[in-house]
Nanobody, 116 residues
Framework: QVQLVESGGGLVQPGGSLRLSCAAS????????MRWYRQVPGKEREWVAF????????THADSVKGRFTISRDNAKNTVYLQMNSLKPEDTAVYYC?????????WGQGTQVTVSS
C-alpha cells in the first residue's frame, strides 16, 4: 500500500523556520523524483521544489528560492523541505508528490500558517 505522509507543519511567526518531512512507503522511493507543492483555498496548486531520485539535482520556484531547500534521505525513504524566513504568503497546505514515468503519488498535506 503506497503512502506519503507529510508532517512538520504548524503555526510560525513571520521570519521563522519550519522543516517539513514526507515519509514514503509501499514503493521504491529511491527511483522516484520528488516534488513539494502548496495550495491555498480557492487557488491552484503551486509547485514549490523538485529533487531528482538521487538527490543530486534540485530546483526551487522563484517565490521560495534562497529561503526553502528540498533534500532527501533515500535510506530513510523521506524527503524534506527546510523553510526559512517564512512570510505570511507562504501560508498554505503543503503536499509532497512522488513521480516516476507516468506514475504519481500524493500525500494528504500538512498545514503551514505564517502569522504573528
Amino acid at each position: 500500500q503506497v503512502q506519503l505522509v507529510e508532517s512538520g507543519g504548524g503555526l510560525v511567526q513571520p521570519g521563522g523556520s519550519l522543516r517539513l518531512s514526507c515519509a514514503a512507503s509501499g514503493f521504491t522511493f529511491s527511483t522516484y523524483a520528488m516534488r513539494w507543492y502548496r495550495q491555498v483555498p480557492g487557488k491552484e496548486r503551486e509547485w514549490v521544489a523538485f529533487i531528482g531520485n538521487t538527490g543530486l539535482y534540485t530546483t526551487h520556484a522563484d517565490s521560495v528560492k534562497g529561503r526553502f531547500t528540498i533534500s532527501r534521505d533515500n535510506a530513510k525513504n523521506t524527503v524534506y523541505l527546510q523553510m526559512n524566513s517564512l512570510k505570511p504568503e507562504d501560508t498554505a497546505v503543503y503536499y509532497c508528490n512522488a513521480v516516476y514515468d507516468s506514475t504519481s503519488y500524493w500525500g494528504q498535506g500538512t498545514q503551514v500558517t505564517v502569522s504573528s
